[in-house]
């Protein structure tokens, strides 16, 4: 028998895509039929492989210095500049691309030298920040808001990887820290460079890039001597100069990684019903808060996640129209999976046995209460950066299945329909996306959220909130149909 010419899952693509570009092509344009035949043709060529959560994640050796995707240490990466033709990974037949971040702050500036098959780039001030068009984050209609903390679209993902030359599916990239400002104490904990570097590897993977293709650097260049003078260099002009290149994520369709990046709908799903709630490829969601408070005035560093709005009046809670976290999830405050002395992860011994027993984070957590092989992580924090350490130490190290809630709390928080303070809500009674019930969100201990009857309303309207949105996952959708164009 002659093979139908797309099968269900591709049909059910074709769908949405069809109606997306009607959506976005002038009526009476004339080209809804070559629209349809180009869609046809791709799907009819292209078998998407959809990942589940199980399938992403990777299980470090206990020896991080073995590792040669994931978390990668200086000892390997000093192998692969002394001779990376020799010493390079198999399966990688392009060239190492070391991606340098700067965080802020008065210091000398070390960069790691170039090599034969080895690029140095410094996106400090591009890549990395978010008024650039380079920004590692974007700020992107989901449907219901517009979040200034999204995932690249496609289009600027293309551009930044062109730009440098970068093949993600022959080159091997590490993300790298120059600098890790952090004291190493509780108010200043080492650690949170891996906001960055960690979150440019999720974007990257999100976007279907394999994980032997992606690593980040298990502590900062400039620390603890890592990296002698023979790899270093003060000057910047030592950085290579950028080729352009022509890779597309539209090469990657074949590939949806997409499970990776969670919308609100999902989150409440996994709330409200987190044994039966439908969304293919997660397991019973393990929900995990990894927002350590150390930026306002509140001196617990738990405050955000057991909801005490009115003592954060200077830090990222301040103004919100309500507090506390998802309900079920345990703290899990991300500077623990970090050696504070040196900046780097914990041995893999010791992240192991932290998720197998999430007391061990905070006392507040059940005993014993650990990740089951039945879990899937969620991780989240406020704005999706402090939960890429505690979160990519089970995805990296543990290997544990691991999603991520993309607009996480800044979202969250501000999706209020039952404020007492009516002039304080932001959605209408009983809308299907406000999460200030005590079905969504709880406090410690364990009560309802907690309302912030000196919440700020004007700033949620950066976010345009839709209040007839019927989803939040029209970003998702969009890159989806990127890949496929």
């Known amino acids: ?9 591709q049909i059910s693509i074709f769908l949405f895509l069809a109606a997306f570009l009607s959506n976005c092509t002038p009526k009476g344009s004339g080209n809804d039929t070559n629209q349809t035949a180009i869609l046809t043709g791709i799907l009819s060529s292209t078998t998407v492989k959809t990942s589940v959560a199980s399938e992403l994640s990777s299980v470090s050796k206990s020896n991080y210095d073995e590792n040669t995707f994931g978390l990668v240490t200086s000892t390997q990466v000093k192998s692969w500049i002394d001779n990376w033709q020799n010493n390079k990974p198999a399966g990688i037949t392009g060239n190492l691309i070391i991606v340098l971040f700067y965080p802020t702050g008065t210091y000398t500036k070390q960069y790691l030298k170039p090599a ?46 062109q730009t440098f030359g970068i093949d993600p599916t022959k080159d091997l990239i590490v993300f790298a820290a120059g600098s890790d400002r952090g004291a190493g104490t509780a108010a200043s904990p080492k650690g949170n460079v891996y906001f960055n570097t960690g979150r440019s590897l999720y974007w990257l993977r999100s976007w279907g890039v394999a994980k032997e293709n992606l690593a980040i650097l298990n502590g900062a260049i400039d620390a603890n001597n890592d990296f002698t003078s023979t790899y270093l260099s003060t000057d910047s002009s030592v950085l290579s100069t950028p080729t352009k290149g022509t890779f597309s994520v539209k090469q990657l369709r074949a590939t949806d990684n997409s499970i990776l990046v969670q919308p609100l709908e999902n989150i409440i799903a996994f709330a409200k019903n987190p044994n039966s709630h439908g969304v293919a490829g997660v397991g019973v969601p393990f929900i995990a808060d990894a927002r350590y408070n150390t930026s306002n005035s509140a001196a617990a560093t738990n405050s955000e996640y057991i909801g005490t709005p009115a003592a954060n ?31 780097k992860f914990k041995p893999k011994a010791q992240i192991d046995a932290l998720w197998a027993d999430t007391s061990t984070w ?25 939960s890429m350490v505690s979160g990519l130490s089970a995805f990296l190290i543990s290997g544990h299945p691991v999603v991520f809630y993309e607009n996480s709390m800044i979202e969250w928080t501000a999706l209020s329909g039952n404020h007492p303070t009516s002039s304080l809500r932001t959605l209408p009674s009983g809308h299907i996306f406000a999460t200030d019930t005590a079905e969504l969100t709880e406090s410690t201990p364990g009560n309802g959220p907690v309302f912030n009857t000196a919440g700020n309303i004007s700033q949620y309207s950066v976010f345009e909130i839709n209040t007839s949105a019927t989803t939040t996952k029209l970003n998702i959708d969009e890159d989806k149909a990127y890949k496929l164009q």
């Not at 140095?120 to 978010?130: A, G, L, N, R």
């Open 1 to 9: 028998m002659r093979k139908p010419l797309m099968n269900k899952k």
């Open 362 to 386: 905070y006392s507040g957590n059940a005993s014993g209460d650990g990740v089951k092989s039945t879990n899937t992580i969620v991780s989240y924090c406020r704005t999706n950066a402090r």
């Open 116 to 161: 034969t098959g080895v690029l140095v780039f410094d996106w400090t001030s591009s890549v990395y920040s978010s008024t650039d068009r380079f920004a590692y984050r974007a700020n992107r209609y989901n449907g219901l808001l517009k979040d200034p903390n999204a995932l690249p679209t496609g289009a600027i993902t293309d551009e930044v990887l």
């Open 313 to 343: 009046t200077t830090g990222p809670s301040a103004g919100a129209l309500f507090a506390g976290h998802v309900k079920t999830a345990r703290f899990t405050p991300w500077p623990t999976v970090i050696d504070q002395t040196t900046g």
